[in-house]
């Protein structure tokens, strides 16, 4: 499943994240964030993954399309 910059922006809000806090969780620069999530380019899957890594790790469930899109949701707490 390809994650998106809005899946990422979504998901980053979710988390109360700002985006400088995606980028030191995932080790990537916060251009690479804003980039992404403003959808100017897609970073390398290195990049990606390691985007969507630090965001699972925290909780999010990236959904794939189901006819309305694909998006993200947080799973639930123990």
């Not at 390809?2 to 809000?13: D, P």
């Not at 109360?16 to 390398?44: F, H, I, L, N, Y």
């Not at 469930?61 to 998006?71: A, D």
Request: charge should be positive; aromatic fraction near 6%; hydrophobic fraction near 40%.
């Amino acid at each position: 499943m390809t994650t998106n910059g809005e899946q990422v922006r979504r998901a980053r809000h979710l988390l109360g994240w700002t985006q400088q806090g995606v980028a030191d969780k995932s080790r990537v620069s916060v251009a690479t964030v804003e980039k992404m999530e403003a959808g100017v380019t897609q970073p390398k899957l290195f990049y990606v993954l390691a985007i969507k890594h630090a965001l699972e790790s925290a909780g999010v469930i990236f959904v794939e399309e189901n006819g309305e899109g694909p998006g993200v949701r947080l799973g639930k707490t123990k």
